[in-house]
């Protein structure tokens, strides 16, 4: 089978296919044939050598595909069953612990992009019915973060307002989450044509930051000077404005760190307009089912950029590496 791997070196450019065996399972395992997975952020840093992983180190936390097999004391799935990969495996339900971290795919576990994977039969989720194994595949890291984000920490609700950075997977996802749940969205991006998408997705407002540098100011006149109940932080470069643009009282939700691992930040700031700094690493599997279903209540569709076929894996990383697109980036198996 083939893997998608960063070898003999660090870099996007290293980034290649690697021939392995099939993987047996145990009892307690089941052998899954993957047939499209996602791209994340945390596999470009990955290959670029974040965590120094031994090479070659095969990459990915998203993975969508069909049970092929179970071992003899799998009782959860059959034979056929589409499912889904969970990103923090071992955090199963309630608050995420530190032993949970051990469990993380593509870092301290063994990545999934590969042709086929043996996963307990715990960390796997069913996969909704009704989407695509591309659909579908764009989910367990960004939509989870997304969910967690929009719904367990910052427990949006109808008629407020949430301010999102970018139109990666994560923030539209977010974006979908919030306008099913009834609450304005303020989005933010460098480009008018990334806006246009995300204003027929269903964003009320759109800034340009590069246009509009004191962009928090924008903000503000969208919520007649109050600001934002929830702000999603993908950056850290722009802290300030996210903290000027948020409501006293208000929440934001940590779930990147695209300008880099340390920003300053106003602590003077957060104690006068009592913000609640909240950092978001995806969610535990009892969060994603429940995602699972809001999705399909509320007929949601996960927003696909491009489908690249496994054969082209190094040409899918080089368009994510760019940032040209929106939402998520596929590759098939």
């Known amino acids: 089978m083939k893997s ?22 145990n009892e307690r395992e089941v052998l899954v044939k993957v047939v499209a997975v996602s791209l994340n952020q945390l596999d470009l840093m990955l290959a670029k050598g974040a965590f120094e992983k031994p090479l070659p180190h095969i990459l990915g936390s998203d993975a969508v595909g069909v049970v092929e097999q179970i ?34 795919l593509g870092i301290e576990q063994r990545g999934v992009f590969s042709e086929y994977i043996a996963v307990p039969e715990e960390f796997l989720v ?26 367990n920490v910052g427990e949006l609700t109808a008629g407020q307002t949430v301010l999102l950075q970018g139109t990666g997977g994560v923030s539209i996802f977010a974006l979908q989450f919030a306008k099913a749940k009834g609450a304005k969205v303020v989005i933010l991006s460098g480009s008018d044509k990334k806006l246009k998408t995300a204003k027929e997705l269903g964003a009320d407002v759109t800034i340009n930051y590069v246009s509009e ?23 850290w470069t722009g802290i300030a404005q996210t903290l000027k643009a948020t409501k006293f009282g208000g929440k934001i939700a940590v779930v990147g760190m695209l300008g880099g691992i340390s920003a ?70």
Do not use: C
């Open 4 to 25: 998608i791997v960063v070898n003999g070196g660090y870099g996007v450019e290293r980034i290649s296919l690697l021939e392995q065996d099939i993987p047996s399972i």
């Open 71 to 104: 071992g003899s004391e799998v009782t959860a799935f059959k034979t056929g069953d589409r499912v889904s990969t969970h990103y923090i495996q071992g955090w199963q339900k309630g608050e995420l612990k530190p032993e949970d971290l051990k469990t993380r």
């Open 126 to 151: 069913n996969a909704p019915s009704k989407l695509t194994f591309e659909e579908v595949a764009a989910m367990p890291l960004a939509g989870v973060t997304a969910w967690e984000a929009i719904s």
């Open 213 to 235: 540098p004191e962009w928090a100011g924008k903000v503000l006149d969208a919520t007649a000077g109050l600001g934002v109940d929830l702000a999603l932080e993908m950056s």
């Open 264 to 333: 300053e930040i106003s602590v003077l700031d957060v104690m006068l307009k009592s913000i609640s700094i909240t950092g978001v690493q995806a969610g535990s599997k009892a969060s994603f089912e429940a995602m699972n279903q809001f999705i399909e209540n509320n007929h949601i569709k996960p927003v696909i950029d491009k489908v690249f076929p496994l054969s082209h894996s190094n040409e899918a990383f080089r368009h994510f590496d760019e940032g040209k697109h929106i939402g998520k980036v596929i590759v098939q198996f």
